[in-house]
């Protein structure tokens, strides 16, 4: 994490709450980011939020409700997508 270059795109995506929190935790504090975001539930997000500002959570177009591994893959690529090309405006 830092090695990556100012304005970079994170996305946390692991099993442990624990951990999601320390690296959300790290890219927040750098502040240079373009988007971080970390995938989960509602619950997991209002925790989050709660404790780090600036935070995407749950990742991924709202709109796309699937919950399979290729729908939520797709839902989150939107969503960077989105954000990439507002910056380019």
């Not at 946390?12 to 890219?27: G, Q």
């Not at 709109?63 to 839902?75: R, S, T, Y």
């Amino acid at each position: 994490m830092a090695q990556a270059a100012p304005d970079s795109y994170f996305i946390i995506m692991t099993h442990h709450h624990p951990l999601d929190f320390d690296l959300c935790e790290a890219v927040l504090k750098r502040g240079d980011f373009r988007y971080a975001g970390v995938i989960g539930s509602q619950t997991k997000s209002q925790c989050f939020r709660y404790r780090l500002a600036r935070l995407r959570c749950p990742i991924g177009l709202p709109d796309v409700k699937g919950k399979l591994p290729a729908e939520i893959a797709v839902a989150i690529a939107g969503e960077i997508i989105s954000v990439y090309q507002q910056h380019l405006s």
